[in-house]
């Protein structure tokens, strides 16, 4: 049968060349060519209509693998974002603890500063009065202790007594 399309088509060549009936030859291959061709071309597009289902399933069944492994992917992403903000809002927390407990033991520290400061000026405001006190208390025993001294210096005045 090949071999006689191969003839035919030269001669459909030839023919159309030199005569003009040729075309009604032409159409008669043709519809028997086409025909067959027809009948491959159903066949061939139930087959291809048949594979461009499963192919068009296949795809869609690809996009929706892709969808599903995009959320999955999109919720790993949010877990570990959520995880991380966790972290960093504990990594604040103990922060401002520390900076807390800091500010504490700094406040302590002060009003321990303030509460030597306070003794040390009335330590200093003591000693002061305390030499003053020493001083007017010298002066006065030593004043006492001269006026003993001068009083048993002084001769004594004996008085006589009297004849009856």
Do not use: C, Y
């Amino acid at each position: 049968m090949a071999q006689t399309k191969k003839v035919t088509k030269k001669k459909i060549t030839a023919n159309r060349a030199v005569k003009k009936k040729a075309p009604v030859r032409k159409k008669v291959v043709k519809k028997k060519t086409t025909a067959k061709r027809e009948v491959k071309k159903k066949v061939t597009a139930k087959k291809s209509v048949a594979k461009s289902a499963v192919a068009k399933k296949a795809a869609a069944a690809k996009k929706k693998a892709a969808v599903a492994k995009n959320k999955a992917l999109a919720a790993k992403k949010k877990i570990a974002a959520a995880k991380k903000k966790a972290a960093t809002a504990m990594l604040k927390q103990k922060m401002r603890e520390r900076v807390a407990a800091t500010a504490a033991e700094l406040a302590k520290a002060k009003a321990e500063i303030a509460t030597a400061k306070k003794r040390h000026d009335l330590m200093v405001k003591m000693a002061a009065n305390k030499e003053i006190a020493v001083a007017r208390f010298i002066a006065s025993w030593t004043k006492s202790e001269m006026a003993k001294i001068e009083k048993a210096l002084k001769p004594v005045k004996r008085r006589k007594a009297k004849k009856a």
